[in-house]
Every structure is written in C-alpha cells, then in structure tokens.
C-alpha cells in the first residue's frame, strides 16, 4: 500500500495557467520523488494597462512517500 503525502505550492508563469502548472512540477521535482498528481486549486492573474501579464497558480502536489 502506497503512502502520499500533499503540499501546496504557488506558481507563476508569462505565458500562461498550463505553464504555471508545469513550472510548478519543475520546481518540485528537484527536490521531490515520485509526484503523482497536481491539483490546481485556483487561479490568479495580474493585470496591467488591461492585459494579463503575469497568470499564477496555487497548486496541491500529491507524491508517494518510500517505506
């Protein structure tokens, strides 16, 4: 029986949600094994002169724990 565990983690991209997402595992990955799945709990985006310039995330991160 596997044992996961889950952190939230923000994120932040350029370009979009999808690459937010993405950056999110990246960064995780370093320092973690075994990533199972990424929950996206909400969106955010920043906004300057009417256009979104920064698309963030906050994101769970569910991953198998080794026995």
């Not at 949600?17 to 075994?34: F, K, P």
């Not at 990533?35 to 991160?61: C, G």
């Amino acid at each position: 029986m596997a044992i996961l565990k889950v952190i939230e983690v923000l994120a932040e991209s350029d370009k979009s949600w999808e690459e937010a997402a993405q950056e999110a595992i990246r960064e995780a990955s370093e320092t973690l094994e075994n990533i199972r799945s990424v929950y996206i709990k909400e969106f955010k985006a920043t906004v300057v002169n009417n256009k979104i310039v920064k698309y963030r995330i906050i994101a769970k991160i569910s991953f198998e724990i080794r026995q």
